[in-house]
């Protein structure tokens, strides 16, 4: 393998295609905390050219962990459609960009080719976007799911209420949904993360949000989000639970660490179609975020964001109702700043909707990271110009369970107002019904933002 | 141009409507115990906002049922009931945020006291990491001690303990100093009562939590537990966790561990929760095993 060229007259050569992956991407301090990140602006630059003009099928055949040692790498593979894969499989990572990027290639088009693709060619071309056309590329890409209600429709921005509480204590958590339904939080899921990941609390967390949401008749689902194995005994004993939520990582040791495997993947998902009280037929909820496998050394020697993009590969075997990144949740030694952590966003939200799953972010950061309230707004408002399913609804994005700043309840009522966008189809409704939403001029109404309406 | 009585007009209209309102309700000004006599003179001298009067007050408009509002506000430390100018935030609850972000910062950079540590008697070890910015870039180097770290360990603790407790900064070294008073007795306690042998406890510095394999590489416990200070949220870096795993190895990761976390008063209370530290240890024990392979067991043994 010759991966070489010229630039000013100098010569950069890389080693292998996961040398020229770790090199092609935008800086980020976990590529550099794991050896493999671009060592000047130049190499890198340098590394995108020759990336460009990598043929598909070397990617395909040169995947994160041999097929035979990674089970995340087999559910990957396997799911190509050879049909799809021949069409593509000389196109250079370059053409591939530029043909996203046409004017003539249409979200039919996307998905004519989408199965063919895998997470290693979905995060190669990525690399040679600059953030604008990250943007632009996911706008074409829409993903339609339905659990209760139906999510990623054109024109549509949905926000999943997400109401911790540092005791799990029901009683806040309920005060919580209530403050975030009055700002038409609520319609992804409603979706708590438990302190405590036993049975008890667990079941107990299911039963309070599914009454909430009879008790109001509101078309969206709950989730706690707890170990899938903890979710998993909940409903088998009965427990009300809409979605089953877990982590996933992009290496089979990633989710060793995080306690799960492909065949526990594939119990849950059976289980939810059995158990879970929607009608879907999407039942999954995914977290993922840049860096986890670093952190449990599993990345194989490669950068964050090809580990990313194989989440969605796995994730997609699951037919999701929502996946989002966490995007900044970790802290700096993944992604250093807001710069960082608004590329992420970008990344991630435009190679899931190339996989083909309904992509949301929580934009978010960690008090420890350089980022502010600020940059998390700015992303979340490029993120919503690129189509995004779905954003956090946090109290006034504080979230002190968890100990990081996401979006808040306040930003789903905003992003709708700056770019006409509405809540989803069957919430809007409902918004309607309750007197909270204006759906001609598209704005919260008056009664908005005062959790007692639901105190009866 | 706004004129001088367009100017007094509105101010004496918000005065109408603040004592329309009451005290402490609905207020988006913190400016209430100065009514300005003349618009003229610019005389500004503003309370804390951050106190709990200003934390915990509505800032909703117009609510139709003040004592249900303030009963929902009460039962999370959540920023609830915190009103809204458009979509956006109300002027108040924004300055509150932004005071919060700003202090928080200073929370990372924390030392611990070192008459606490002396109180329980807890040396000090570090780990790789030689400084806070290295640390917060580096994790890898918070999972292993030091050349010199390893020595001391060596020479000052027990070997082959039933349950190795070390206390580390972590993410927050004002978690420890919150809650060591509390939580240290008694899981120390509870193990003694349980007739367990104790390890020689120790504080490490800039540790992480994988930092459990490289310490059980030395002395060689059953069990391995860590109170470590988690990463601090806005405005509050007072919550630890303690992490803690059967027999940890050079390759165990988090599925091999336990964790019980948001430890303060306001969370996990430290007093209970280090009784469950104790449970769970026990447990450990019995099973000979934690994290998900404790979990898994527990549950078949339960059906
Ligand atoms: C950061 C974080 C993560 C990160 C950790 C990666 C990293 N490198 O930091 C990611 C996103 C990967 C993560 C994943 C999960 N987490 Co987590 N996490 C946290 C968080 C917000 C902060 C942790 C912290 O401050 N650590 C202190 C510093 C010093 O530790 P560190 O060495 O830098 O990082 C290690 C720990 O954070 C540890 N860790 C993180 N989460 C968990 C969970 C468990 C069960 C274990 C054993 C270890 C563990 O992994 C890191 C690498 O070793 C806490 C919330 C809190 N209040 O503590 C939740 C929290 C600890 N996580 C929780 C859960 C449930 C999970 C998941 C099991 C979720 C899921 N359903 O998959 C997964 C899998 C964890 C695993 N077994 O690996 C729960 C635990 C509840 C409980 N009592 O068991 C908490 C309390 C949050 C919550 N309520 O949902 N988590």
Redesign the pocket.
């Known amino acids: 393998m010759l991966l070489r060229t010229k630039l000013f007259g100098k010569t950069y050569e890389f080693r292998d295609l996961r040398e020229l992956m770790g090199k092609a991407n935008e800086d980020k301090s976990g590529d550099h905390l794991a050896g493999v990140a671009a060592s000047s602006a130049i190499e890198r630059a340098a590394a995108k050219y020759v990336l460009s003009e990598a043929p598909l099928w070397a990617l395909y055949e040169n995947p994160v962990a041999p097929y035979d040692q990674d089970e995340v790498t087999r559910v990957i593979m396997d799911a190509v459609d050879q049909n799809a894969y021949v069409q593509i499989k000389t196109w250079t990572v370059g053409q591939l960009r530029e043909w996203i990027l046409d004017n003539k290639t249409t979200n039919d088009d996307i998905k004519k080719i989408q199965n063919g693709l895998t997470s290693e060619m979905i995060a190669a071309v990525a690399k040679l976007m600059s953030n604008m056309d990250l943007v632009l590329a996911a706008s074409k890409i829409r993903v339609v799911t339905h659990a209760n209600n139906t999510m990623g429709e054109m024109g549509r921005l949905a926000s999943r209420n997400q109401p911790?509480h540092p005791t799990d204590d029901p009683d806040g958590i309920r005060a919580e949904i209530y403050e975030g339904l009055s700002y038409g939080s609520g319609d992804s899921v409603i979706g708590i993360?438990?302190?405590?990941?036993s049975l008890a609390s667990v079941q107990r967390l299911l039963e309070m949000s599914y009454k909430v949401i009879q008790n109001w008749k509101i078309p969206t689902q709950n989730c706690v989000?707890?170990?899938?194995t903890t979710q998993m005994e909940a409903m088998k004993r009965g427990s009300p639970a809409g979605l089953v939520?877990?982590?996933l990582a992009g290496s089979q040791k990633g989710n060793e660490?995080?306690?799960?495997s492909v065949g526990m993947l594939d119990e849950a998902y059976e289980i939810a179609k059995k158990y879970s009280v929607v009608p879907g037929p999407n039942y999954m909820y995914f977290e993922t975020?840049e860096?986890?496998e670093l952190?449990?050394d599993a990345h194989h020697g490669w950068d964050q964001l090809t580990l990313e993009v194989r989440c969605y590969g796995l994730a997609k075997r699951y037919a999701p109702f929502q996946v989002n990144s966490?995007v900044g949740?970790?802290?700096p030694?993944y992604l250093y700043d807001a710069r960082q952590i608004t590329r992420a966003g970008l990344e991630d939200h435009f190679c899931a909707k190339l996989t083909g799953i309904s992509m949301g972010c929580d934009a978010c950061y960690t008090n420890h990271a350089r980022a502010d309230q600020n940059s998390l707004e700015n992303l979340s408002i490029l993120l919503a110009a690129a189509g995004c399913n779905y954003f956090m609804g946090v109290p006034m994005g504080d979230d002190p369970?968890?100990?990081?700043q996401s979006n808040s309840f306040h930003d789903a009522p905003s992003l709708r107002q700056i770019l006409k966008l509405r809540p989803l189809p069957e919430f809007e409704n409902w918004l309607v019904e309750m007197g909270l939403w204006d759906a001609e001029k598209l704005l919260l109404t008056d009664k908005a933002g005062d959790p007692t309406m639901f105190v009866r | 141009m706004i004129t001088q009585q367009q100017i007094d007009a509105i101010i004496d209209a918000v005065i109408a409507e603040l004592q329309r309102q009451g005290v402490g309700n609905e207020r988006g000004s913190a400016l209430h115990a100065i009514a300005p006599s003349h618009a003229s003179e610019l005389n500004l001298d503003l309370p804390d906002i951050t106190t709990s009067e200003y934390r915990t007050r509505s800032y909703v408009e117009n609510t139709r049922k003040p004592d249900v509002l303030r009963a929902l506000m009460s039962t999370t430390p959540s920023r609830i009931g915190i009103g809204h100018a458009g979509p956006r935030y109300r002027n108040i609850p924004q300055f509150i945020f932004l005071a919060d972000h700003a202090v928080t910062q200073d929370a990372l950079f924390k030392e611990i006291d070192p008459a606490l540590l002396q109180q329980f008697n807890l040396f000090q070890v570090q780990t790789q990491a030689s400084n806070r910015q290295e640390y917060l870039l580096r994790?890898d180097l918070?999972?292993k001690l030091s050349d010199a770290a390893r020595k001391t360990l060596q020479e000052k603790c027990v070997k082959n303990p039933d349950v190795q407790l070390y206390v580390s900064d972590?993410?927050s070294a004002a978690a420890i100093e919150h809650n060591l008073r509390d939580i240290f007795p008694v899981i120390q306690q509870g193990l003694q009562q349980a007739g367990l042998k104790m390890g020689t406890p120790f504080y490490v510095k800039y540790?992480?939590?994988?930092l459990l394999n490289d310490v059980n590489s030395i002395v060689d416990a059953k069990v391995v537990v860590t109170l470590?200070?988690?990463?601090p949220g806005l405005g509050r870096a007072e919550?630890a966790?303690v992490?803690m795993g059967y027999r940890p190895q050079p390759d165990s990761?988090?599925?091999d561990?336990?964790?019980?976390?948001?430890i303060f008063n306001g969370g996990t209370n430290p007093l209970e929760a280090g009784a469950y530290v104790v449970e769970y240890i026990k447990r450990m024990l019995k099973h000979q095993a934690s994290?998900?392979k404790l979990k898994l067991i527990e549950q078949g043994a339960s059906k």
Do not use: K, T, W
Request: charged share 15%; proline share 3%.
């Open positions: 911790n993360n438990p302190v405590d990941d989000l707890a170990h899938v939520f877990q982590s660490s995080f306690g799960i975020g860096g986890a952190s449990a966490v949740f970790i802290g030694e369970m968890l100990s990081y | 994790p918070g999972r972590g993410l540790g992480r939590v994988g470590i200070g988690e990463r919550a966790s992490y990761s988090d599925a561990r336990d964790v019980v976390c948001n994290g998900i």
